[in-house]
């Protein structure tokens, strides 16, 4: 055991400063050294598993032996801060800051728009500023490779792709294709349009007003550091944490020593494995061994047979030695490297890959490993080190764990040998992912064949697979079956069926997808089959006729390509005063905080005395009675103060039908039933793992919309709209169609989990909270409900959000409740911060549909009836979801007239968390049913989906079915100028010209127009205050009711004060939203933001400037300051409210009519794709959205949330899929499982319009557009519809098909069934139980 007592010092530097830690704890990383330790809370934390960026820092080390610096991209949550010893990192805080001097990087991501919530703009500084520290001048493609690892919930990216282009030497034209060029359009100009009569400008911010980047100036490496790492004298070090040890080893015998010694302990190198498994299943390791650094696993050794690489690499110094071994050898022989090359370009993030080691990739021997099956399929061999040493193949033996072939305890990877190939043998790497990078595969394989010299005849073939069970598996017995076979159709067949029968994947399997993942497993056999065939043509065409012209495409992957598009907005009205800022793309108030991670968010604020942290204890049943809660273990631990429970809630524990903590039963999986609050979250956390809690399960326990029917279960009452005769027209109608369309719903993912601080009062029981929410009122409400006290006593504070998009309406009236009895029962302040996992399950997010249609049509394409049918899955309390549903009853019309129309809503009850607002509030949803049917009707009557809209859509001033009255011209606009200006027609006929040539991947276009609705249908949730101080030196203090989300609203105020008084925007601060300064606000939600804060503001100005009236008049010359100071004298007062009553909406359920809308914005998308229809992927190729504006206040916040829409609309119907067991529990809770897109997703060229039109009835007749974007999403679903089309027209298959969202990889490989598809054999659904299950 271990001998140890005493700890050494743990020495590396932060942001240039000495860190000498004297009790390094190993359990802890960085990430909390960073926030918790050193108070640097620039760095964030939003995931905790590596899977998002958001805590990227760098780290630089002095390479003893190279002598060189090397600086790495590193997520702070996966570095344990004991491997630090000797480093250097830097944070966002080291790299600028407003208070000293802020960097380029920091400023251009500011300027150009690439911050909205902010929460992952540090992350972003970091990657971007990295890659500059190591390539000064780098290519826009290096740019996009180093954001692979950096989520993004607000932008849609291509903002901060192009602050980091603006570091890349200017190329010509990058808007290929699309006849617009991006650097002709930096001036104004008056497109050609008849539709488009002002002004556009296309330049948001301003390239001359950048600082230059000079690398001479970033700080130099610690010497200290340096000298250390030259020490020759250098001894093992120690640190003794409280429960663990780290034995960090200096030479390879100390290692070797240590392994002998500590043979279970795992060996530490880039902790992405180890980190992740400790955190998430729950290992513990009592003796961490480390040997980063060691000079014997670094060595790269090129010989005669092939390369050593040794396991010390990480897998980015990995890419770069084959890189450079790829250069050097002839193609044939670098064949293995290669695929490991490609493979690598993929595997998760820049900051994984620069610290993940090729020795733990291996040794880990994950049945997700993108290597392993590469390194297999090329023999690759592992030189082992302990007392002896010895040389064991990475084969099926090794990957499928066989005892006699794996490491022995005490064994160290020392390198992996990767022959070279030979002339006549051909090695792949293939594999398929829920999106294009950043993501686990879902299956992925290693391919080899090697053919007698001259021939086709199998010598040895190779066939190894992941992502089909709990190991790589290899289809060893039938590769040594086709040995002999010639490489032909036949024997392809022959590998397709040997396969099926070797490969088992049971119908049960965890991670589901079976049909998917047995389809893959002859999907990729088939890529490789053509690329072989290729290859052996190139060698000798004459012996090897080429495959089919019309397969090629099935050879190429889809690149990632760096994003890039125009923005046009209208110029402002050059007779506009220079100083009114209205109108122009002013920067996000907080950008420069953001980017320099100077904005404190919630979990950044400093720790408060006494305060505790809160950890939750959720339900594992979906419905059950709770029959014992037992808290003894849990309170015994150390720093535990209390676990709360339902019998601690002073006043109401249901509030309006919502339950902070279960009583005697548990309605969903995720329910809070009781929290524990200790000194640290760590020992809440512990101690929450250790309640003890028994259940008796009650039936019936109802998860899907269709058991929810069965049960007839519904939260509220049907509603209904309905005009014309819908059964007459029924029967005189050429044609009938019925479906029935699913949409899945979709996680919120704000990169800021729910937060929240409840610091309890000393006197007259009063509780202040900060948090991030939409809706502070209504935290007030709550828990002033829990605590039994008046909402006077109850203020809460809201800075900023780190997003929210309708997750931050109401949960956070429920878990600050939660927090608040906590804060009540133990007296003290308690931090609450969900963890990734925790926010997933509890908050749930938008709702499932199932949507049923029938249509009555005419052959010419023109509706004449249609009866709908929508069902949500609610959940198990009411939240918002009547009102969710009330939407998608008067939203579904979207863009179209239909004489005779019905359309009826249930919200249904289920035993899920309960889903709640989400961007669009059930629009998104319930149109794809709508644009389904208008695909469904243009098929049957072999027209354009695009015609069948056309024909129906509104057309002159109409009435809605709800009959209220609204003018579509500025839809039938964005409509045209769409078609128009995308050249859609031109390029749906190219589309059809590749897919005729193309039979493996299609192309597919979409167009769909859009109707949405603004605002809420209840007058009074349409008010807004404001509050304005202006103070003697001139300066103003501005407040309203509006929360800042990311959506730039503040901005905007600010924006709409300087305007009213006349003021430059840098003499007015807005601080916060608080229920103190502004009591009962509304919600900021149904993108009426602006409209209604803005009006509430204008009001409050415009009383000031009344009162300034006569004090300017007297002295119009006079400064602002002149005029307040002698306003002051005048005892005028210099503080006004400001007040909105709001838009006179109104519905009238029992008549189903009313003016439910304030006004409707329009718009209209086109998108087309390209996808590969044997492995699912899909590529966004090109996007030419058109929104109407009216008058943009600020067009850079405008275009900003519509590319943010966009592109977390084409993640709901494309890669984001919420995977729920058949027992209700939500599998999917981090971003690991859960994907929503990358840099690498959005559109290869992305051009948004502003067009302009009159909107008089709001604030300087301008239009909310923060939700709007997201249903535009909705043309990639539809474009990849028309792919998939093609795809089934070709193969003779039916013409309409199902569709469903998302479009996933398994949807679109599904439904482009071909011979693969059919040789998969169907398990009997009543036989087993699937492991996920659809939940709409
Ligand atoms: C966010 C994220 C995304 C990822 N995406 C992908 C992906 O897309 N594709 C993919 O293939 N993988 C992916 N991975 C997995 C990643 O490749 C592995 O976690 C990584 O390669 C493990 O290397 P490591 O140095 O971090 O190992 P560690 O976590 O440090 O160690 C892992 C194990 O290996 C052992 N070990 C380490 N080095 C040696 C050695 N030299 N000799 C003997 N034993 C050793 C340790 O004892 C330990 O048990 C992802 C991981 C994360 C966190
Ligand atoms: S918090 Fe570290 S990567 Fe997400
Ligand atoms: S700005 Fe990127 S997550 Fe909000």
């Known amino acids: 055991m271990l001998p140890l007592s005493s700890s050494d010092e743990l020495i590396f530097f932060v942001n240039g400063r000495k860190v000498v830690e004297q009790k390094p704890d190993p359990e802890v990383s960085l990430l909390f050294y960073l926030r918790r330790v050193l108070r640097l809370t620039g760095t964030k934390f939003a995931c905790g598993e590596g899977g998002c960026g958001a805590c990227t820092v760098m780290v630089s080390r002095y390479n003893a032996m190279s002598k060189e610096i090397h600086h790495y991209p590193a997520t702070a949550c996966l570095v344990p801060v004991c491997s630090l010893h000797g480093a250097a990192v830097t944070t966002v805080e080291g790299v600028g800051s407003i208070r000293s001097r802020i960097h380029p990087v920091q400023e251009r991501l500011a300027k150009c728009h690439g911050t909205q919530c902010g929460f992952c703009s540090p992350g972003m500084v970091m990657s971007i500023y990295t890659l500059l520290r190591n390539h000064p001048n780098p290519t826009p493609e290096q740019v996009t490779e180093a954001l692979g690892g950096n989520l993004c919930r607000c932008t849609g990216y291509r903002p901060i792709v192009e602050s980091g282009k603006t570091f890349c030497e200017p190329t010509a034209c990058p808007a290929k294709g699309s006849g617009r060029c991006c650097l002709e359009q930096e001036e104004e100009e008056e497109p050609g349009s008849p539709h488009l009569r002002e002004k556009m400008c296309t330049k948001l911010y301003d390239r001359d007003e950048f600082q230059p980047l000079d690398p001479s100036q970033e700080p130099i490496f610690p010497p200290e550091l340096i000298r250390m790492a030259e020490d020759p004298s250098k001894r093992r070090l120690t640190f003794q944490g409280a429960r663990t040890t780290w034995l960090a080893a200096v030479t390879l015998q100390d290692l070797l020593q240590l392994r002998a010694d500590f043979p279970h302990a795992p060996l530490v190198m880039g902790n992405t494995t180890v980190g992740p498994d400790i955190k998430f299943k729950g290992e513990f390791y009592p003796v961490f061994i480390s040997a980063a650094g060691l000079p014997e696993l670094r060595l790269v050794n090129s010989e005669d047979g092939g390369v050593i690489v040794g396991a010390g690499h990480s897998l980015a110094q990995l890419s770069d030695a084959l890189r450079s071994i790829v250069s050097e050898q002839p193609p044939e022989k670098t064949q293995t490297c290669r695929a490991l090359l490609t493979a690598l370009r993929t595997l998760a993030g820049a900051q994984i890959r620069s610290m993940a080691t090729l020795g733990g990739h291996v040794a880990t021997r994950a049945t997700i490993s993108d290597l392993n099956p590469i390194l297999a399929a090329g023999k690759a061999t592992i030189h082992l080190i302990s007392k002896g040493e010895r040389q064991i193949p990475l084969d099926s033996a090794f990957l499928e764990g066989s005892p006699e072939a794996s490491l022995q305890p005490g064994e160290v990877v020392l390198s992996v040998s990767i022959p070279y190939s030979t002339q006549w043998q051909f090695v792949s790497g293939l594999r398929q992912a829920q999106r294009h990078e950043n993501s686990m595969a879902i299956v992925n394989a290693g391919m080899s064949v090697q053919f007698e010299d001259g021939t086709s005849t199998i010598q040895d073939l190779q066939l190894f697979y992941g992502g089909v069970g709990p190991t790589v598996v290899s289809a060893s017995r039938t590769c040594r079956q086709l040995v002999g076979r010639q490489w032909d159709d036949q024997t392809l067949g022959e590998a397709c069926q040997g396969i099926l029968g070797e490969v088992h994947l049971p119908p049960n399997a965890p991670g589901g997808q079976v049909q998917f993942r047995r389809t893959l497993l002859l999907s990729l056999l088939f890529k490789f089959y053509l690329s072989v065939r290729r290859g052996l043509s190139r060698l000798d065409p004459q012996k090897f006729p080429d495959i089919p012209e019309q397969f090629m495409s099935a050879l190429e992957d889809f690149p990632i390509v760096t994003p890039q598009g125009i923005q046009m907005f209208q110029c402002v009205d050059p007779r506009q005063p220079l100083r009114d800022p209205v109108g122009h793309p002013v920067m996000h108030q907080s950008a420069l905080k953001h980017a320099t991670g100077e904005a404190v968010f919630v979990d950044d604020m400093p720790p408060l005395d006494r305060e505790l942290s809160l950890a939750v204890v959720t339900s594992t049943r979906a419905h059950a009675k709770v029959t014992s809660i037992d808290t003894a273990e849990a309170l015994a631990l150390p720093g535990v103060v209390a676990v709360i429970t339902a019998e601690d809630v002073p006043g109401k524990n249901n509030h309006q039908g919502e339950i902070f903590y279960a009583q005697s039963e548990v309605i969903c999986v995720g329910q809070i039933v009781c929290t524990v609050a200790a000194d640290t979250y760590a020992h809440a956390r512990e101690a929450a793992k250790r309640v003890q809690i028994e259940y008796e399960d009650i039936e019936p326990r109802i998860v899907t919309v269709e058991q929810a029917l069965e049960h007839n279960s519904f939260l509220s009452p049907e509603r209904k709209i309905e005009q014309g005769n819908v059964e007459w027209a029924f029967k005189h109608v050429d044609q009938i169609i019925e479906g029935e369309v699913h949409v899945e719903g979709q996680e919120h993912f704000y990169m800021e989990t729910q937060s929240i601080l409840a610091i309890p009062g000393d006197e007259d029981k009063e509780m202040v909270l900060h948090l991030g929410t939409q809706f502070p009122t209504h935290v007030q409400e709550f828990v002033a409900a829990a605590l039994n006290v008046p909402r006077s006593r109850i203020a809460c504070h809201m800075r900023r959000a780190g997003g929210a998009f309708g997750g931050k309406v109401t949960k956070p009236a429920l878990l600050a409740a939660v927090a608040a009895v906590a804060a009540h029962k133990t007296g003290h302040p308690i931090r609450f911060v969900l963890e990734r996992g925790d926010d997933m399950l509890i908050t749930a997010g938008r709702h499932p549909l199932l949507g049923r249609y029938k249509i009555g049509f005419m052959k010419s394409g023109l509706i004449k009836a249609a009866d709908v049918q929508f069902y949500i899955n609610g959940g198990c309390t009411p939240d918002e979801s009547q009102l969710v549903l009330e939407f998608i009853v008067l939203k579904s019309e ?443």
């Open 894 to 1336: 979207n863009a179209y007239y239909i004489p005779n129309f019905r359309c009826r809503g249930r919200a249904c009850k289920t035993n899920l968390p309960s889903n709640t607002a989400f961007r669009g509030f059930g629009f998104p949803q319930a149109t794809v049913v709508v644009e389904a049917y208008m695909a469904s009707v243009a098929a049957h009557c072999g027209l354009l989906p695009e015609e069948v809209r056309e024909i129906n859509m509104y057309k002159r001033t109409s009435q809605t079915a709800y009959k209220q009255t609204f003018n579509p011209e500025p839809l039938r606009r964005c409509w045209v100028e769409c078609l128009e200006q995308s050249s859609f027609h031109a390029r749906k006929q190219a589309a059809e010209d590749f897919n005729g040539c193309s039979y493996w991947k299609k192309r597919g276009l979409a167009a769909v127009p859009m109707k949405f609705t603004i605002g809420i249908p209840i007058a009074y949730y349409h008010q807004a205050a404001a509050l304005v101080h202006i103070y003697l030196d001139g300066s103003v203090l501005l407040t309203h009711s509006g929360c800042e989300l990311g959506q730039g609203l503040h901005t905007k105020m600010i924006q709409v004060a300087s305007r009213e008084l006349g003021i430059p925007t840098s003499y007015i601060h807005l601080s916060e939203t608080s229920t103190v300064t502004v009591p009962n606000a509304v919600l900021t939600a149904g993108s009426m933001g602006t409209d209604v804060n803005g009006k509430a503001v204008q009001n409050a100005c415009q009383t000031l400037m009344g009162r300034l009236q006569p004090v300017i008049r007297r002295n119009p010359r006079g400064t602002w300051e002149e005029w307040i100071k002698k306003a002051f004298e005048e005892s005028i007062s210099l503080s006004a409210t400001g007040y909105f009553r709001g838009y006179q909406t109104n519905m009238d359920w029992d008549r189903e009519q009313g003016d439910a809308f304030p006004y409707y914005v329009y718009g209209a998308a086109c998108t087309e794709v390209e996808v590969d229809c044997l492995s699912g992927a899909h590529k966004l190729l090109r996007t030419d959205i058109f929104m109407d504006a009216a008058f943009s206040i600020n067009p850079a916040v405008d275009i900003g949330q519509i590319e943010g829409a966009f592109v977390q609309g084409m993640g709901l119907y494309t890669t984001e899929e919420l995977k729920y067991s058949p027992e209700g529990m939500l599998h999917s809770r981090g971003t690991n499982d859960y994907k929503i897109p990358t840099v690498s997703e959005i559109p290869e060229e992305f051009h948004v319009t502003l067009v302009h039109s009159r909107n008089p009835i709001a604030i300087y007749s301008s239009k909310g557009l923060g939700e709007a974007g997201m249903f535009l999403g909705s043309s990639v679903l539809f474009a990849i519809a028309d792919a998939v089309a093609a795809a089934r027209r070709e193969r003779g298959l039916d013409r309409t098909f199902t569709l469903s969202s998302p479009a996933s990889p398994e949807w679109i490989r599904m439904s482009c069934v071909d011979q693969f598809t059919d040789m998969i054999p169907w398990d009997d659904p009543s036989a087993f139980t699937p492991w996920a299950t659809r939940v709409s």
